[in-house]
């Protein structure tokens, strides 16, 4: 007999600064961003950073064309829902590793931006155990989840300091969109339809990833899955994560 799923609750709105760190350019408006519209809404800052402009993501399209092209979309796209500040991290698509690089460019991105809640996307190597999740993926979700505390720690990366990043231990939350064990979740009634048009903005990565008319793909596709999650949270659509508190 299968358990009943239980259900999520409210994420807290007890903070003003959010920052959102994933590997590529589409990988918060397939995830979060009708959460992130909400926010903005509501007058709370979030900031966008990025490790890589997705520029091995289009097979038809050579890395030095496909990563601006892939970074004007991302700007649009985070603009549609409230979000002026995207940053890219200049790792490389497809290769990016885990490590100390990583660790401490993300640490130097939450020295700089001060959130009280830090997002990221999945971090571990399934879908839900249905689908393989990508190295990418991988290193960005766990890199972020450590360094929102290597931060906070004077000893940890020292030579942010010397460059005038002084230590920030204010990361409250590490909220993770896309987690096979989600435990909060967003009403995404009201940001639904800016999700659309923020995904939509991803136009060339769409088209190349599907036959289907872009419109009809995404609104399907962002449809169903806060559909599914609102099943846990009140029937209301929803956006989920998996939060972990510090």
């Not at 509501?42 to 890589?52: E, I, K, N, P, Q």
């Not at 490389?92 to 401490?104: K, S, T």
């Amino acid at each position: 007999m299968t358990e009943p799923k239980i259900m999520l609750q409210p994420l807290p709105d007890d903070w003003q600064r959010a920052l959102a760190v994933v590997a590529h350019p589409d990988d918060l408006e397939y995830g979060c961003s009708a959460a992130v519209a909400a926010w903005t809404d509501a007058g709370r800052d979030v900031t966008y950073v990025l490790a890589t402009r997705g520029e091995a993501g289009i097979d038809t399209l050579d890395p030095a064309t496909c990563g601006p092209l892939r970074e004007r979309e991302q700007r649009a796209s985070a603009a549609v829902v409230g979000v002026d500040t995207v940053e890219f991290l200049d790792h490389r698509d497809g290769v990016i590793e885990y490590g100390l690089a990583l660790r401490r460019d993300i640490a130097a991105a939450i020295r700089r931006h001060r959130p009280e809640l830090v997002v990221t996307l999945n971090h571990r190597d399934t879908w839900g155990g249905v689908a393989w999740n990508t190295p990418d993926h991988v290193a960005v979700g766990r890199a972020t989840l450590d360094a929102a505390t290597d931060a906070g720690n004077r000893w940890i990366f020292p030579e942010l300091a010397a460059q005038g990043l002084e230590p920030w231990n204010g990361v409250r939350w590490v909220a993770v969109a896309g987690s096979s064990s989600p435990t909060h979740a967003v009403d995404a009634t009201p940001g639904l339809d800016r999700a659309v048009r923020s995904l939509l903005e991803h136009r060339t990565y769409i088209e190349a990833l599907t036959d289907q008319d872009p419109e009809a793909y995404v609104r399907d596709f962002l449809t169903e899955t806060t559909t599914a999650t609102g099943r846990r949270f009140g029937g209301r659509p929803a956006v989920a994560f998996e939060v972990f508190g510090r």
